[in-house]
């Protein structure tokens, strides 16, 4: 047990051991959406989008077949689901580093930056990767936090860093 939370505070130090952060603007930005098809239901304040649905926030984006936008009233809040075979959720980073997820269902809360992946989850950065059934990624906090189920366990693959050019062993008398 102990070598199982060893191995998940190392993935997370490597994972998101990096100083980058979303484009910085990336909360200002508004939202653009394509898609095949549209429709707008006013009483329930919703937006259901059909068909290669594509999302882009900034630096983010989603591609999915089916998404549903939630307008709260009285509320400057939105949340964002998407379905599909396969949904692809990218962000790029400021300093040009891609993380890329993909899952079957995902849930994107704008407001708290929330980034929720489910039913297949899979997200990679560096290299490093984690695949699960639900994966929940923080966007601002480049953090994530991944969950599996009674058949299915977490799985973490971690890339050896680089060592630099100038590094030497020393030898040990």
Same mark, same amino acid.
């Given at each position: 047990?102990?070598?199982?939370?060893?191995?998940?505070?190392?993935?997370?130090?490597?994972?998101?051991?990096?100083?980058?952060?979303?484009?910085?603007?990336?909360?200002?930005?508004?939202?653009?959406?394509?898609?095949?098809?549209?429709?707008?239901?006013?009483? &329930?304040?919703?937006?259901?989008?059909?068909?290669?649905?594509?999302?882009?926030?900034? &630096?983010?984006?989603?591609?999915? =077949?089916?998404?549903?936008?939630?307008?709260?009233?009285?509320?400057?809040?939105?949340?964002?689901?998407?379905?599909?075979?396969?949904?692809?959720?990218?962000?790029?980073? =400021?300093?040009?580093?891609?993380?890329?997820?993909? &899952?079957?269902?995902?849930?994107?809360?704008?407001?708290?930056?929330?980034?929720?992946?489910?039913?297949?989850?899979?997200?990679?950065?560096?290299?490093?990767?984690?695949?699960?059934?639900?994966?929940?990624?923080?966007?601002?906090?480049?953090?994530?936090?991944?969950?599996?189920?009674? =058949?299915?366990?977490?799985?973490?693959?971690?890339?050896?860093?680089?060592?630099? &050019?100038?590094?030497?062993?020393?030898?040990?008398?």
């Amino acid at each position: 047990m102990q070598i199982f939370i060893y191995q998940i505070i190392c993935f997370y130090l490597t994972f998101f051991n990096t100083k980058a952060l979303a484009l910085i603007g990336d909360h200002r930005e508004p939202i653009y959406v394509q898609a095949m098809q549209q429709k707008v239901d006013i009483v &329930s304040d919703t937006i259901t989008f059909i068909g290669k649905v594509m999302i882009r926030r900034g &630096s983010i984006n989603i591609y999915a =077949d089916k998404v549903i936008i939630f307008h709260f009233k009285n509320e400057r809040y939105q949340i964002i689901i998407g379905y599909g075979d396969l949904i692809s959720f990218r962000q790029l980073q =400021d300093d040009g580093r891609l993380i890329q997820g993909y &899952s079957k269902k995902i849930r994107y809360e704008v407001a708290n930056g929330l980034v929720i992946l489910k039913d297949n989850a899979y997200l990679k950065h560096l290299g490093n990767s984690i695949r699960s059934d639900y994966i929940a990624y923080l966007i601002k906090e480049q953090r994530a936090e991944a969950f599996g189920n009674k =058949d299915k366990q977490v799985t973490v693959v971690l890339m050896p860093k680089k060592t630099p &050019s100038n590094y030497h062993r020393k030898k040990i008398n």
